[in-house]
């Protein structure tokens, strides 16, 4: 799918404008403040997603805003044609064609996939990156991801409570594991795609990369129910002693590896940024093969931390891909963008000619 326009009414510090976006690649320059990332929200909201990771909903209408809610609409096009509208405030109401819609639908209507500074830090960074790179990629693929996932979390913050007053856990095991088993078995099969995508995207490996799915705390059984029940048992005495639930997808990990070593030890930082740039085309790999339709890439701020040949390895990628994307930048990075180049300043965006 591809973003044909938006316009934005009282959304953060954009001026009321309707932009004819390219629909291949668009790269948003302008200084610290200007509003590149607010641009990049409005299509993570039309798209499906909540506001950027530490934003909020409620604080997205201006804030001399009068109505308190601020309005996105988008035409999208590609696979089928819809337009979508957001109503931003306290909570965002969508709506495809003038009717009301769920965000699980237009995610997997509009599929889109989100990256900043942060997931170049997949390979050499903390499990929660990796995790949080995965449930992306399967709340895209699967419409019932995301609740499930919330589903999970709540009870296991009830697990976790339960542990700490050492009070009956068997109850809360019951509805975590069908949960686990679920999000565990989406974990695999998107970690499957996304390797037969890194093969499609070879070209960006620096080397020979492996990847492999790792459930959390598990004891290693084939059948998730049976691994989560024996894994679960087997680490009681370890959860009573530290009060903290170890076995189940919040422990997951995705494994990178190269020639059977870690990825850490065999790759130097920027090898293994391209590895992250490699998996993220993977993931958009996976999505057009799974969906069938050509995702969009919303890109915050990653060639900050790319070096130059990084960069060109990431432009050449993004060409050959033929995927609708929106780069944001602050400093003069990607000279030589081979699409759309857009200027943003307080709250103003100009194409430049
Ligand atoms: N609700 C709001 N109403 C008005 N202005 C807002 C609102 N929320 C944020 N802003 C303004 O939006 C601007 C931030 O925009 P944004 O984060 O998109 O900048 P940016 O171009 O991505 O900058 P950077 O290069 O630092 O990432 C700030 O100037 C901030 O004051
Ligand atoms: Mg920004």
Same mark, same amino acid.
């Given at each position: ?22 629909? $291949?690649?668009?790269?948003?320059? $302008? ?8 641009? #990049? ?12 990771? $530490? ?46 819609? =769920? ?39 699967? %419409?019932?991801?995301?609740?499930? #996932? ?53 070209? #960006? ?43 189940? %997808? ?8 190269? =020639? ?57 990628? #993004? ?35």
């Amino acid at each position: 799918m591809r973003c044909s326009w938006f316009q934005t009414f009282e959304f953060r510090n954009l001026k009321p404008q309707r932009l004819e976006w390219a629909l $291949g690649l668009n790269l948003l320059r $302008g200084e610290n403040g200007a509003g590149k990332t607010n641009l #990049l929200e409005v299509l993570r909201l039309l798209s499906g997603w909540g506001p950027f990771r $530490g934003r909020s909903a409620s604080e997205a209408p201006r804030w001399e805003g009068t109505a308190g809610r601020a309005v996105l609409k988008g035409g999208f096009s590609g696979e089928e044609d819809l337009e979508i509208a957001a109503f931003v405030g306290r909570r965002v109401d969508l709506r495809r064609d003038g009717k009301p819609v =769920g965000a699980a639908t237009v995610r997997n209507r509009v599929p889109a996939l989100s990256f900043t500074p942060e997931d170049l830090a997949l390979v050499e960074g903390a499990p929660a990156i990796r995790r949080r790179f995965l449930d992306g990629l399967c709340a895209l693929l699967l %419409p019932l991801y995301a609740f499930r #996932l919330l589903e999970y979390r709540k009870a296991l913050r009830q697990r976790a409570a339960a542990l700490k007053q050492n009070r009956g856990l068997g109850a809360t095991a019951k509805v975590l594991a069908p949960l686990a088993s679920w999000i565990w078995a989406s974990r695999a099969a998107a970690v499957d795609l996304l390797r037969m995508g890194l093969s499609e995207v070879s070209e #960006l490996l620096p080397g020979p990369t492996e990847i492999a799915f790792s459930r959390g705390g598990s004891v290693g059984l084939e059948d998730g129910l049976e691994d989560y029940w024996t894994s679960l048992a087997r680490r009681a005495p370890l959860e009573g002693r530290i009060g903290l639930p170890v076995v189940g %997808p919040h422990r997951d990990d995705l494994l990178v590896a190269s =020639g059977g070593k870690a990825a850490l030890q065999v790759f130097s930082r920027g090898h293994r940024r391209r590895v992250a740039v490699a998996l993220m085309m993977a993931a958009g790999w996976a999505v057009e093969r799974k969906l069938r339709r050509a995702p969009l890439l919303l890109l915050d701020e990653v060639a900050a931390e790319l070096d130059d040949t990084g960069r060109s390895v990431l432009v050449e990628a #993004l060409k050959a891909r033929g995927w609708q994307v929106f780069a944001a930048t602050a400093e003069s990075a990607f000279d030589g963008w081979p699409g759309a180049v857009w200027v943003v300043s307080e709250g103003s965006v100009q194409r430049n000619a």
